[in-house]
């Protein structure tokens, strides 16, 4: 099975902080995501990339970067957290992107900024 | 006018009743179809997939696609409590990076 494991179920940070969010695949997927879920809002997608090193903003990438320097791992990053980006944090991979393969998720990171 | 629509609810069922779950959308370009269950403070797992019309059935799970009507349904039958979850549908186009999806409907089958 396709593991997706992010690095923390819970985190408080206070604002203006730097913040790292980790995400690790298992599976040798080509393509991940980094979304972000709010009540009556849905999924939104923040970035993705479909290599190493290779990314592209989504819907709503201000306050936000990310990094890609291996295969298994893509990194969210908040420069600068704000109350506003409090919020469950989503990371998914998938095999390839022209074959429309499903998304896998991790279990997600609840983010609360102070 | 959101890409998908989808009635948050909540919804109630008894145990053992027909759940029939639905979203719409806009864009005619979507090709494949999903949904996804997602249990209380866990990510969203694959439930059904599906490309272009059509039905598609999976045990108690049946997935429907209607095109022309750009209307997708998830039927459960014979539901349980385990059922208890938020159901979240995700559409895309070929070769696109990007999955839409809708908002989530919370559903509880109660015992």
């Known amino acids: 099975d396709v593991k997706v494991t992010q690095s923390s179920r819970y985190l408080v940070k206070r604002t203006g902080e730097k913040v790292f969010l980790e995400c690790v695949q298992d599976m040798d997927h080509e393509n991940m995501f980094w979304y972000r879920q709010d009540p009556g809002l849905g999924l939104r997608l923040i970035y993705f990339?479909?290599?190493?090193?290779?990314?592209e903003k989504g819907d709503i990438p201000e306050g936000y970067s990310v990094s890609r320097e291996k295969k298994e791992r893509f990194s969210l990053i908040l420069e600068s957290a704000s109350t506003n980006q409090t919020s469950m944090y989503l990371c998914a991979s998938r095999l390839n992107r022209g074959r429309n393969e499903k998304l896998f998720f991790g279990s997600g990171t609840q983010l609360s900024v102070l | 006018q959101k890409e998908v629509e989808q009635d948050p609810g909540p919804l109630s069922v008894p145990e053992g009743a027909i759940v029939s779950l639905n979203c719409t959308y806009s864009?005619?370009?979507?090709?494949?179809f999903m949904w996804y269950r997602q249990y209380s403070r866990k990510g969203p797992e694959l439930l059904m997939y599906t490309y272009s019309s059509g039905n598609k059935e999976d045990g108690r799970f049946t997935a429907q696609v209607d095109k022309s009507s750009k209307y997708i349904s998830l039927f459960i039958r014979d539901s349980q409590p385990s059922d208890s979850a938020t159901y979240l549908c995700?559409?895309?186009?070929?070769?696109?990076?990007?999955?839409?999806f809708g908002a989530g409907t919370r559903l509880t089958v109660k015992p």
């Open positions: 995700a559409m895309t186009k070929p070769g696109n990076n990007d999955m839409r």
């Open positions: 864009n005619s370009a979507f090709q494949y």
């Open positions: 990339s479909y290599d190493v090193k290779m990314k």
